[in-house]
């Protein structure tokens, strides 16, 4: 069956220090991924996309960045974190044949303080 | 650029009412609307979707409807129970060429039922 894993589930970072999340996906091939950013109180946010290795798409201008240097692996990552950037970052997947299909992540609550 | 608006933010009603949660979507080129729900501190979950060749569907308690021309789709919850008390997302297809996926998410709707 597939699943997706997403970690780690909560971080407290400082101001300018850097920043990694991953997200891995089991039982699928090539499957769409993205990085979706919820600001407390507010809707999902599309940050990133991607429709296979080394493709990356970038919805909104920030310091955010995002890889996926294998199949089922995206990661988030920023060189210096802004008190902005917290916030409760997801992942999800879905597939060509289903491609608005998302299953998403657990999530993860980034404080930057 | 593509927008949805969802309408209220948040709704508070007696268990066994109905609740109502409208969403506007602004890409005529957008095809396929899903609901979601998110627990607090969990993940969203599709709780029912429509395509745009549909008008209505439902599932139990849930039924969403859809009007293309007005470009704008709503969720009905009957008979809510407590469980019911989450955050609502609604979205849209972004009408892109190519196969992307991409979906567009409304601002949520906090739906408290009251026991």
């Known amino acids: 069956s597939q699943t997706i894993h997403q970690w780690p589930a909560t971080l407290v970072q400082p101001v300018g220090s850097p920043l990694s999340l991953e997200c891995t996906v089991e039982g699928t091939s090539n499957p769409n991924l993205y990085w979706y950013r919820q600001a407390a109180g507010r809707g999902l946010q599309l940050l990133f996309y991607?429709?296979?290795?080394?493709?990356i798409s970038s919805e909104v201008p920030q310091n955010l960045s995002a890889s996926r240097p294998q199949d089922r692996q995206f990661i988030l990552s920023s060189k210096k974190l802004l008190l902005s950037d917290s916030g409760f970052y997801l992942c999800a997947w879905s597939t060509d044949r289903r491609p608005y299909g998302y299953t998403f992540g657990s999530g993860t609550r980034l404080t930057v303080v | 650029g593509e927008n949805v608006e969802q309408h209220p933010s948040t709704l508070s009603v007696q268990e066994g009412d109905s609740a109502v949660i409208k969403c506007t979507y602004s890409?005529?080129?957008?095809?396929?609307f899903p609901w979601y729900k998110q627990e607090l501190g969990k993940r969203p979950q599709l709780i029912i979707d429509i395509r745009s060749n549909v008008g209505e569907k439902k599932d139990q308690r849930i039924a969403v409807t859809l009007n293309k021309t007005a470009k704008h789709f709503s969720l009905h919850i009957t008979e809510t129970q407590p469980e019911d008390s989450a955050v609502y997302f609604c979205a849209a297809s972004i009408g892109y060429p190519g196969n992307t996926g991409k979906l567009i998410f409304g601002q949520g709707t906090t739906l408290q039922v009251k026991p």
């Open positions: 890409d005529s080129a957008s095809n396929y």
């Open positions: 991607s429709v296979g290795i080394g493709q």
